[in-house]
């Protein structure tokens, strides 16, 4: 699952959308 979960990472980081103050990591991160 790490693979899967890491491309999100990336994907949030490439948006912009990857903030931890909304949360994303702490979904990513899960």
Known sequence: ECGP???LKLISLQHGTFD???GEY???HK
């Open 20 to 22: 931890t103050k909304n």
């Open 26 to 28: 702490e979904w990513v």
């Open 5 to 7: 979960r890491f491309t």
